[in-house]
T-cell receptor, first 113, second 111 residues
Framework: GNSVTQMEGPVTLSEEAFLTINCTYT??????LFWYVQYPGEGLQLLLK?????DKGSNKGFEATYRKETTSFHLEKGSVQVSDSAVYFC????????????FGKGTHLIIQP | DVKVTQSSRYLVKRTGEKVFLECVQD?????MFWYRQDPGLGLRLIYF???????EKGDIPEGYSVSREKKERFSLILESASTNQTSMYLC??????????FGEGSWLTVV
């Protein structure tokens, strides 16, 4: 079946550092791809998405580009802040009947002042 | 804004109890989902519902059932709670083909 692989955490960075969280997927075709963020004690919020190859999703300074040739959707931010500390989930549309989401296991990001 | 509301944020139940987790969405979405979230395992789909009275098993349905009598409400039922069902449960909804929106989660502890 489909699966999403993202880098293990926790990832600890200093404020203003450059962030990359890797994500690769295994679905065939062109599934929509997503990054969700979960702040402490909260549910998941959609951060950004891309629906076709070479699309770039962006929001709150975060970006991710849909790379069909490498089946990747890496999350990047040029200068992280303490408030970006959260768990980040990469996901792909599952296809099939409900077309739900298949999630990666999550990457815990810790930003230190 | 889309609102997905899970009625109970924190619950503690005893082994063998019947547990209901309620979820309500206010945007007339057809599809609704129940996931559980566990450390190191990410989110796993328990059940989903296409529409009223329609449901399908997800990846880990064992020990759970669901009910969707009205479009806005999707309930997750643990017929006889067990300690391995201690987890965070996330409800979600969406219009067909669009973004999935999540509730804030329900932390269930079974003792």
């Amino acid at each position: 079946g489909n699966s999403v692989t993202q880098m293990e955490g926790p990832v600890t960075l200093s404020e203003e550092a450059f962030l990359t969280i890797n994500c690769t997927y295994t679905a065939t075709g062109y599934p929509s791809l997503f990054w969700y963020v979960q702040y402490p004690g909260e549910g998941l919020q959609l951060l950004l998405k891309a629906t076709k190859a070479d699309d770039k999703g962006s929001n709150k300074g975060f970006e991710a580009t849909y790379r069909k040739e490498t089946t990747s959707f890496h999350l990047e931010k040029g200068s992280v802040q303490v408030s970006d500390s959260a768990v980040y989930f990469c996901a792909q549309a599952s296809g099939g009947g409900a077309d739900g989401l298949t999630f990666g296991k999550g990457t815990h990001l810790i930003i230190q002042p | 804004d889309v609102k997905v509301t899970q009625s109970s944020r924190y619950l503690v139940k005893r082994t063998g109890e019947k547990v209901f987790l309620e979820c309500v969405q206010d945007m007339d979405h057809e599809n609704m989902f129940w996931y559980r979230q566990d450390p190191g395992l990410g989110l796993r789909l328990i059940y989903f519902s296409y529409d009223v009275k329609m449901k399908e098993k997800g990846d880990i349905p064992e020990g759970y059932s669901v009910s969707r009598e009205k479009k806005e409400r999707f309930s997750l039922i643990l017929e006889s709670a067990s300690t391995n069902q201690t987890s965070m449960y996330l409800c979600a909804s969406r219009l067909v083909g669009n973004t999935i929106y999540f509730g804030e989660g329900s932390w269930l502890t079974v003792v």
